[in-house]
């Protein structure tokens, strides 16, 4: 009897109302982003496949004929593969560096304090926020100096500077968030440095560890400046090509073939690493300048 | 964090990373300083000259560009905020169907800045379904310029579809922090929806929103690859204007001008993002 009594209650209703509202309205957001994203991703999907025998132009709201062509030439006869091995030889060198790299620093930044540690926490975010451009025509010429330009370890320097930021930030949340109890507690016990690495350090760690890998390697397979004036024409990688196709030549459906070889990776990493990536990495690593 | 004994072997462990950023982040700055003044020049003589400075102030095509780039930044920064702040907000709270939408917002976040101009290119080409759409529609009566445009409409497109998520992520952080007793307190004190989202969530989620404007504005101002293939033909970005003087023309001490711009432009707008932070959180 209650419970009828109470579904006629004017602030029930109300808030059932309010309930229906936004329902709704997450579902017209959700309809707004399927089109707002999907879109231009089906877009490219359908120009990929077009016909190189039937080309598809004004009139014609749908391509005549869909087949693998365009992919096969771009396989064939473009530089594509290699362009593949070079970015995907260079992401892990990059990463597994700025892991080496990263890993001291953001200990001392995560757990000691240290006097000017503001100071360092803003240089290590340098490389994000010096505009990449003036960076890489003016690395470009200290590269030069030393024989490191159109070079690859030259490269994997280059991409290990620009993974650096996100490694050492993430990072140091993590180290930041261990508590001193279980330290002081393995301390106790006898643990020595070496034990307590291996043993509380790095397990703790994992997740942002994880996290970090993941930002260092999109940004590597992203990277376009650096690889562009430092690389380029020696070491061409995905975006370096996607470039060439956009530039002066603009050809549409090739352009299409690398853009899809180059986001479909990162779609499925998104998708699988989904539960590293909540939003508390990014927004602590990024959240003060 | 542990006790007060420091040791240098702490900055000796800060070497690896904060050393190796310093050391190739600083060298490129240092460069680009002397050679915008002829010391260190790769090109000619190596003397100490304003002349590079004087030829860029006085040259009408790069203030143009300086100016641009200015807009540009400043336009799809404020944009994204638009778009990123009222979803952000109705994203605060979140059931199943939020989350899914969360993680579709999510996507560009992943694809990489010259994919997603090459995506967007395709809609609003001359000929693309953006266009075609409109006509059919018959809003517009022939198709309209929105790609290489002579006012970067493309160019802000492009900036607004790709920095959308990472905005969003940097603003629902910031707006998860306002503890739900707070807006209770103010409703139960009769304030209004409008007093509400302009007296709590605004001001309280201002560090966020300063931080992601910030960035934003710094990438898009600095920007070459999407400036290159999706904005206007005259006036080119000036970073763009930056490359082509150094290796096309090969006045690289020119362009350690315009580098020296661009790269003052982002040090004032981050030490003023640093002045507002300040002022509104109320503490140094």
């Given amino acids: 009897m209650a419970a009828t009594k109470q579904k006629n209650l004017w602030y029930v209703r109300q808030a059932r ?40 132009s004004f009139p014609n709201i749908l391509p005549e004929k869909l087949s693998w062509g365009q992919w096969i030439y771009v396989f064939k006869y473009t530089n594509i593969l290699r362009a593949l091995k070079t970015s995907y030889t260079l992401a892990p060198c990059a990463v597994l560096l700025s892991f080496l790299f990263s890993l001291p620093t953001a200990y001392v930044l995560g757990r000691k304090q240290i006097p000017g540690k503001k100071f360092f926490q803003t240089i290590v975010l340098l490389p994000i926020i010096m505009p990449g451009m003036v960076v890489a025509l003016f690395l470009s010429r ?148 | 964090m542990e006790r007060k004994n420091v040791s240098s072997i702490d900055y000796l462990l800060l070497i690896p990373g904060v050393g190796f950023i310093l050391l190739f982040i600083g060298s490129s700055i240092f460069i680009t300083i002397t050679q915008s003044f002829g010391v260190l020049s790769v ?74 101009a090459f995506l967007i290119i395709n809609l609003i080409s001359y000929h693309g379904i953006v266009n075609e759409a409109l006509l059919a529609l018959g809003i517009i009566k022939k198709p309209l310029r929105m790609l290489n445009d002579k006012f970067g409409w493309g160019v802000i497109v492009i900036q607004v579809w790709k920095n959308l998520p990472f905005v969003l992520l940097i603003l629902s952080s910031s707006l998860a922090s306002i503890r739900d007793d707070t807006i209770d307190a103010a409703r139960n004190l009769g304030a209004g929806t409008f007093s509400v989202l302009f007296r709590i969530y605004v001001p309280l989620a201002m560090p966020g929103i300063l931080v992601s404007m910030i960035l934003m504005f710094i990438k898009a101002f600095g920007d070459f690859a999407i400036m290159s293939v999706a904005g206007p033909t005259y006036p080119p970005s000036i970073a763009l204007r930056m490359r082509n003087t150094a290796t096309l023309f090969q006045e690289w001490d020119k362009a350690a001008v315009l580098g020296v711009i661009i790269i003052l432009t982002t040090l004032f707008i981050t030490w003023l993002y640093s002045r507002l932070a300040e002022f509104v959180t109320g503490r140094k």
Avoid at chain 1, 20 to 46: C, H, K, N
């Fill in chain 1, 17 to 56: 109302r309010k309930r229906r509202f936004t329902t709704l309205l997450t579902v017209f957001f959700i309809l707004v982003q399927v089109i707002w994203v999907g879109v231009p991703i089906f877009m490219t999907v359908l120009w990929s496949l077009v016909d190189p025998s039937h080309p598809w």
């Fill in chain 1, 142 to 289: 200290v590269f030069n100096a030393f024989g490191l330009a159109q070079n690859f370890f030259g490269l994997v320097l280059a991409h290990t500077l620009m993974g650096l930021p996100y490694m050492i930030r993430v990072l140091t949340t993590s180290f930041e968030a261990i508590p001193q109890d279980v330290i002081d507690a393995a301390e106790n016990l006898g643990a020595n440095t070496f034990v307590k690495i291996k043993d509380i350090f790095l397990p703790m760690v994992r997740p942002g560890l994880l996290a970090g890998m993941i930002f260092a390697f999109t940004t590597s397979i992203e990277e376009f400046n650096l690889t562009f004036i430092i690389g380029t024409p020696t070491f061409e990688t995905i975006p370096t090509i996607l470039y060439s196709f956009l530039g002066y030549n603009f050809i549409r459906t090739n352009a299409s073939v690398v853009a899809l070889i180059m986001m479909i990776p990162n779609i499925i990493m998104l998708f699988a690493v989904e539960n590293f990536l909540k939003s508390d990495y990014l927004s602590a690593s990024l959240g003060k300048l």
């Fill in chain 2, 43 to 116: 090109t000619g003589k190596s003397q100490f000259t304003i002349e590079n400075w004087k030829a860029i102030f006085h040259d009408k095509e790069s203030l143009d560009s300086i100016l641009f780039s200015l807009k540009i930044g400043l336009l799809s920064s404020v944009g994204t905020l638009l778009f990123a702040f009222p979803i952000a907000l109705f994203l605060r709270k979140g059931g199943a169907g939020k989350r899914f939408l969360a993680s579709l917002i999510k996507i560009p976040l992943f694809i990489p800045a010259l994919v997603a």
